[in-house]
């Protein structure tokens, strides 16, 4: 039997089946010389196995569930999705999370499926096929690695935490500034930072307890977070807003955090410099 909360285990099934077939494709691609082009700017990557992972997973969540809302990456938006989140089950897929690995062959990409009801996380899939390792998440039936489960770390002191963060896509000065001032201020804080690039798997390593703490501000979307949020709050983490508010789904920011840490957290990042382009936070969902 699935290891899922029973109304949600056709869901989790058919984003398992769809994060291996995907996972296969990334797997196969992996050492293959890639065509790599540039989407926002020269950090920005986009591949053909993006695309290709987006497409195969589009198809065969839409053969499943048709009525069903898809926010994809790479620009598959079906079922009339408007940037505004509505009640219904909607998936947020990242095909490849880690493009910049994927491209290097740093081992650190994975597959990322997450569905939505209510405005709430309720499935989640994260898949990297590198390293052969699976998460998976349903909403009141607990968080999974290779099917065994997963709690957060119990670090209770910032000095003892390992912390991950990123810089993302942006390299302009306004958004480095704030970026490294945060860098500076938490290293010198927690005992160590990570910089590994993909929001999707530094969700889970703080679910799993490699990392204590993530945080990001100015991610690319929904994609980067839903399945991620939901392994993570099943493992016992938190997920807040890096503000210290509620966190909000379509903010493209996110703090996880074991239990213990995150307003410890919230409370260094809102010394720290602040980036007058970050998307300002949203209003908490209703
Ligand atoms: C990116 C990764 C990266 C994060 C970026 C994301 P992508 O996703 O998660 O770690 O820093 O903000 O956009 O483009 O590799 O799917
Ligand atoms: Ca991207
Ligand atoms: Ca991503
Ligand atoms: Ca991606």
């Not at 056709?10 to 010389?33: C, K, M, S």
């Not at 993530?214 to 993570?232: H, I, K, M, Q, R």
Request: proline share 6%; aromatic share 6%.
């Amino acid at each position: 039997p699935l290891q899922a909360a029973p109304e949600l285990a056709p869901y989790l099934q058919v984003a398992l089946d769809a994060a291996r077939e995907a996972g296969a494709v990334i797997a196969a691609a992996w050492n293959a010389p890639k065509q790599v082009d540039t989407k926002a700017g020269d950090a920005d990557l986009v591949t053909e196995t993006d695309k290709k992972c987006e497409a195969l997973i589009l198809e065969r969540i839409s053969a499943a569930f048709p009525a069903h809302k898809f926010i994809g990456e790479e620009g598959s938006a079906v079922q009339g999705f408007t940037d505004e989140l509505t009640h219904e089950p909607t998936w947020m897929v990242d095909p490849v999370d880690g493009t910049t690995n994927f491209v290097h062959r740093y081992p650190f990409s994975c597959v990322s499926i997450g569905l939505t009801i209510n405005k709430q996380p309720v499935v989640g899939v994260v898949f990297n096929p590198i390293l052969n390792e699976l998460y998976h998440a349903t909403r009141g039936g607990g968080a999974f690695l290779n099917g065994a489960p997963i709690t957060a770390s119990d670090t209770t002191e910032l000095r003892r935490a390992v912390v991950g963060t990123e810089m993302g896509t942006r390299r302009d000065d306004g958004f480095m500034d704030a970026c490294f001032d945060r860098i500076r201020t938490l290293g010198q804080a927690a005992r160590s930072l990570r910089c590994s690039g993909s929001c999707a798997l530094n969700l889970c390593s703080v679910a799993q307890g490699r990392l204590d703490a993530f945080f990001e501000l100015g991610l690319g979307g929904c994609w980067d977070l839903c399945a991620g949020v939901l392994v993570l709050e099943e493992a016992g983490g938190r997920v807040i807003d890096p503000t210290g508010g509620p966190f909000n789904i379509m903010s493209r920011r996110v703090l996880g955090t074991n239990a213990h840490l995150a307003e410890q957290v919230a409370t260094i990042l809102a010394g720290c410099k602040y980036d007058p382009e970050e998307p300002p936070a949203l209003p908490p969902l209703q």
